[in-house]
Nanobody, 118 residues
């Protein structure tokens, strides 16, 4: 499975962005796709994730502002980010977890930069 992330950019506080994560390869073996973000430093924090059956989870600091949804026909997961804040500035990555028994462990897309100015 390969992932490509798109949609980052520079916006002002209060504006919106939509990130896209496009999966290719053995996409039927994907269970959960999540978005993580990384500020300067090595740690990547989970922002939101969605399972193959549509269950979602969000970090507390984005609840009510971000939504995540998937278009299975396009093998794409979207992260809709509204009411952006300067503290949302980060490099955003998408990440895929396989279904049980799949012959791969996990996959990361390349990062896409989101910068929110005050």
């Amino acid at each position: 499975v390969q992932l490509q992330a798109f949609g980052g950019g520079l916006v002002q506080a209060g504006e919106s962005l939509r990130l896209s994560c496009v999966a290719s390869g053995n996409t039927d073996s994907i269970d959960t796709i999540g978005w993580y973000r990384q500020n300067p430093g090595p740690r990547r924090d989970l922002v939101a994730e969605i399972s193959s059956v549509g269950n979602t989870a969000f970090a507390d600091n984005v609840k009510g502002r971000f939504t995540i949804f998937r278009d299975n026909a396009k093998n794409t997961v979207y992260l809709q980010m509204n009411s952006l804040k300067p503290e949302d500035t980060a490099l955003y990555y998408c990440h895929a977890v396989p279904k049980y028994g799949s012959p791969w462990l996990a996959a990361w897309g390349q990062g896409t930069q989101v910068t929110v100015s005050s």
